[in-house]
């Protein structure tokens, strides 16, 4: 399996601009996982899914953030309007629903919000 | 809202040395897990402890659960540059509506001079 698949890997965009982060799990996974990464406040959940169905989303920052899974192999987490305190390395990982709690983490999207 | 303290935030030593690092909570883990990242991509998970007072090794690296499962401790012996990196721990509480749900700590990251 190629793991976690993230894109893109970097975005560089403007203040207001819209942003889509793209996440495909590992085939099989019932569980998906947003996570932003900051050096102030570390590793944040932001929302998870559970087969699908959006199970916890007390994370995400206010109403400028959005996600969805519309099928088991593909999330979207979208800021519209994006701000520069949005910059930060977005995290997607998925879980197996059975054995070991271990979450594969996809590479990241770094998104710098001028 | 659990919180996971990490101790120390930044650790640099030469290369032999021992170090150790903690993951403190004022709540009670159903489990713990202590993952490793690297620069650019995301959190690899090192180890899961489950029962209070575990021990588990993985090579030269030692990880302790406490036994009121609030506390764990990961320690390096002889650490090599390639142990440089963050270390995460990553808690799943007792009263978390869901055990999948992980709260990760600041991060310790370590550094280790040749």
């Known amino acids: 399996d190629a793991g976690v698949i993230q894109s893109p890997r970097h975005e560089v965009t403007e203040m207001g601009q819209e942003v889509t982060l793209r996440c495909k799990p590992i085939?099989?996974?019932?569980?998906l996982f947003w996570y932003r990464q900051t050096m102030m406040r570390g590793l944040e959940l932001l929302i998870y899914f559970n087969n699908n169905v959006p199970i916890d989303d007390s994370g995400m920052p206010e109403d400028r953030f959005s996600a969805k899974m519309p099928n088991a192999s593909f999330s979207t987490l979208k800021i519209q309007p994006s701000e520069p305190r949005d910059s930060a390395v977005y995290f997607c990982?998925?879980?197996?629903?059975?054995?070991?709690?271990?979450?594969?983490f996809g590479p990241g999207t770094r998104l710098t919000v001028l | 809202t659990q919180l996971l303290e990490q101790s120390p935030q930044f650790l640099s030593i030469q290369e032999g040395e021992n170090l150790t690092v903690y993951c403190n909570s004022s709540s009670v883990f159903s489990s713990l897990q202590w993952y490793r990242q690297e620069p650019g991509e995301g959190p690899v998970l090192l180890v899961t402890v489950v029962t209070g007072g575990e021990v588990k090794k993985l090579k030269r690296l030692t990880f302790q659960f406490g036994d009121a499962r609030k506390d764990s401790s990961l320690h390096i012996t002889a650490a090599q540059p390639g142990d440089t990196g963050l270390y995460l721990c990553a808690g799943s509480f007792v009263s978390s509506g869901s055990a999948r749900q992980l709260t990760f700590g600041s991060g310790t990251q370590l550094t280790v001079l040749p």
């Open positions: 990982a998925s879980i197996s629903g059975e054995g070991e709690n271990e979450q594969f």
């Open positions: 085939s099989g996974h019932d569980y």
